[in-house]
């Protein structure tokens, strides 16, 4: 494969990542908008602001290796994380009990392929000096801590969602 055969493929592969990094933003603002007053609303919070800040590493390593942003993918992240909203979750205008269990799953989802992206550009920083492996391990780490607080949030949700509550017990055995 040539050297612009090569950069073309890692433009696209870059310009995907920052359109799914783009929706996921969306994703995790809305999460953290959804339960402002609670502990998974301040962690989703957070990790908006940690995504927010990885999306702009990776627009600054795509800018170090000289790949355009491709505006349409961009806009098609964003337009993706709109239409994932639209599902039949028996809820016309109100949040669902699953929305925080297939949310914080989405996330997860996010993040491991964020995950991946960081892994890809560390193999390529051991032959490429614009790429700092310094930088690509601490983004590395934070992505595995991403992953392990929404794995938390996700477990949470599935208690809270799925799982029978004493009085259901209760009431379903008196009946």
Known sequence: ???AESAGLLAIYLN???AGATGGLELFRRAAKATPNSADGAALADLAKQVEEDRDALARIMTDLGVTTSQPKVAMGWLAEKAGRLKPNGHILSRSPLSDLLETESM??????KTACWRTLRILAESDERLSADRLDTLLERAEQQSDTLEELRSAAVSRTLLPRPTDTLTKGNM
Do not use: C, N, T, W
Not at 108 to 113: C, D, E, H, Q, R
């Open 108 to 113: 997860l989802l996010g993040v491991l392929g």
């Open 16 to 18: 995907d990542h920052y």
């Open 1 to 3: 494969m040539s050297d």
